[in-house]
């Protein structure tokens, strides 16, 4: 029969613990300076020593020496209190847990008034005083709060928070930690030369790790090891297998396993972690903590040994060529895998499924690009042709070439159509806060419809990379145009496709992020004109099959448009002049503007963006119908509610009235076919030639306005 570890090597003096030099000192400094308190309170985790301090303390204040902060150990109290004494009369220990009550309190009570029986202090030490119930508290308040001038308190608990106020605020309070690793380690390998007991390389780390920094769990680790092991040698394997832990051999194997890219060697140490029956949880744990190590060895190189104490030399110079083969930057995006993996773990009912897709997913990223400034971009001999992007200000004073110009020659001037790359001066601003993209290409020439639409496929690969969402919405989008001015025409399936293409937010959106994408791969920034397949309007410059041609002539000569007019009544406006639409004016938004139609020309020539991105409420469109004569009142006058009026009587034989509207002189307003007079927006439109911003709301006058 032998005594365990944790009983035979139990401090006996403040000098003996380890890792709680935060406690140790202030009281071997109160004990020399004797400035002693009355009550003190020890927290901490389990094991850590706080009732072996409290053992020590009562051994310091009761020596024959003393009151010291060395006990003598020869005198009687010494004795009594060592690792084989039984305990003194004046030194009472106290199991909280089951002495938690009012009358326990009270018969504490009735103790503490009697004098040591032969020492100088009568000692009370309770352990696990959290469980002390609050009227318990409340009954020993007084006597904690002045108690006799022999009379000490200890309070140990691990969690003092539910120690009342009233007693913790009259107590001195120390909290214990857990120990250290590295000084735990330390301990355990002089506790086995003292035992005579020989460890294989690598049992002492995992005995600590699983000791989680308790001083008395590592111990009792240690003596079922020593208890478990043939010939007094402690076996790696027997370690392993009893600690639950992984071998190193399988750790081994999975990381070079990643390192080489073999998903079947991968895949087959998951196999076998699973049928030899470890908790795959704890196997990925393992895998967690070798991570760390080459993340470690990796980042210090040489001074790994400094800090990955315990692990031998030769398994050191392995992971070193391990973490080489994978880099700091791969390493570090695996070990976030791990730790995602080992969250969603928790509480799943197939952790094996969870493992193994925690496989896939460190296998695929070998290849998987870390980010934006991983797309590489086009190659030169491929990209497609752009130009720099001229600012809206002066897109207006810029006229457009008339016809492509010639070749460049030795004898001739630069072409028109390919001009000095914009200054930065007058550049059209980046978006802000966008991620990095890689630089647009060298401007070689104008962009043409068809390098947009054979460079769509990687605008929406880099869009993806770019934003998720602005990829879901511009992939229901196609290019159908594209003009000399940057202006792209999108078709989307609907017309809710459109608004969410639309819709920003800080100045971010789907058609921000796919104009910087767009910059990126063409070197051009683009203007957008949107349309949504239901309308059967053909963009400017181009049809559904895409290109860029020349827009539609108006028809020469008479035609059923131009027949099919209705006689305008004479009492009706003149008809206007049409007016041919203004010269182009700097857009005031990121989006084209079309010009107006006129009368001469057909409306399907042209595209105008009708949904703009700040519309708040739809249009008032009103439509008056012209007839001969007078004009009858579509509605009748409204009358105050308030007014206290008869009806005359009404005669059966007499003829109705007919309310009649005074003529008022109509304002000159276009008149279409069909003797139907538009006004509202399409006469501001058309008359005007104005250039369609945004709509907004009218807000009737009240009483008060």
Known sequence: ????????????????????????????????????????????????????????????????????????????????????????????????????????????????????????????????????????????????????????????????????????????????????????????????????????????????????????????????????????????????????????????????????????????????????????????????????????????????????????????????????????????????????????????????????????????????????????????????????????????????????????????????ATPAPATPATSSPAPAATPALPDPPTPTGPVTFEQVRDAWTEILRRLEDLSRTSWMIASAARPVAYTEDDVLTLSFQSHADVQSFKKLNAGKGPSEDLRTVVRSVLGVRVKYLTRHDSDPTPPPGGDDGGGRGPAPQPPSGPGPAATSSAPVPAASAPVAAPRSAPSAAAPVTEWAVAPIPVDDAPRAQFAVDDEPEEAASAPVRTATLQREGDVIAAEAPERDDDEDEVPPPVDADAPIPVSVVPERPAPPAPIRSGGIERVGEAAVRQLLGARFVREEPYTPPTRFA
């Open 1 to 416: 029969m032998t005594t365990a570890l944790y009983r035979r090597y139990r401090p006996e003096t403040f000098g003996e613990m380890i890792g709680q030099a935060q406690v140790t000192d202030p009281l071997m400094t109160a004990l020399r300076s004797d400035r002693v308190g009355h009550a003190y309170l020890f927290s901490g985790p389990r094991g850590c020593g706080k009732t072996t301090s409290a053992r020590i303390l009562a051994r310091c204040l009761n020596c024959a020496e003393g009151p010291t902060d060395t006990p003598c150990g020869e005198c009687d109290s010494c004795r009594e209190l060592s690792r084989g004494g039984g305990g003194s009369l004046d030194v009472v220990e106290i199991d909280a847990a089951s002495h938690n009550g009012v009358d326990d309190a009270r018969d504490l009570r009735e103790r503490a008034v009697f004098a040591p029986a032969r020492d100088r202090f009568k000692i009370f030490i309770l352990d696990e005083a959290h469980m002390v119930t609050a009227q318990g508290f409340n009954a020993l308040l007084k006597l904690v709060e002045e108690p006799p001038a022999h009379v000490k308190f200890i309070f140990a608990t691990t969690e003092p928070e539910k120690v009342i106020g009233t007693i913790r605020s009259r107590t001195h309070h120390y909290p214990f930690r857990l120990v250290a690793p590295a000084a735990m380690l330390e301990y355990v390998e002089q506790l086995c030369a003292q035992e005579g007991v020989q460890v294989e390389p690598g049992v002492l780390p995992l005995v600590v790790r699983a000791g989680g920094g308790s001083p008395r769990d590592t111990l009792s680790l240690l003596d079922q090891l020593i208890a478990g092991s043939d010939d007094g040698l402690v076996a790696y394997a027997r370690a392993v297998s009893l600690l639950g832990y992984t071998h190193a051999e399988l750790l081994d194997e999975v990381v070079e396993a990643f390192g080489s890219r073999d998903a079947s060697g991968a895949f087959g140490a998951v196999d076998r972690v699973v049928q030899t029956g470890q908790d795959p949880r704890r196997f990925v744990d393992d895998l967690l903590e070798r991570l760390r190590d080459l993340i470690i060895v990796a980042a210090t190189g040489a001074g790994a040994s400094a800090v990955l104490r315990g692990i031998p030399a030769d398994e050191l110079e392995r992971m070193g060529r391990q973490a080489a083969t994978f880099g700091t930057d791969r390493l570090s995006r695996i070990a976030d895998l791990v730790v995602t993996a080992l969250d969603d773990m928790t509480g799943t009912t197939s952790p094996r499924l969870q493992l193994e897709l925690l496989v896939a997913r460190v296998l695929a990223t070998a290849d998987a690009p870390t980010g934006l400034g991983a797309v590489a971009a086009p190659p030169a001999a491929t990209a497609p042709a752009a130009r720099p992007s001229v600012p809206a200000a002066d897109a207006a004073a810029t006229p457009p070439a008339a016809s492509p110009a010639p070749a460049p020659s030795a004898s001739s001037d630069p072409a028109p």
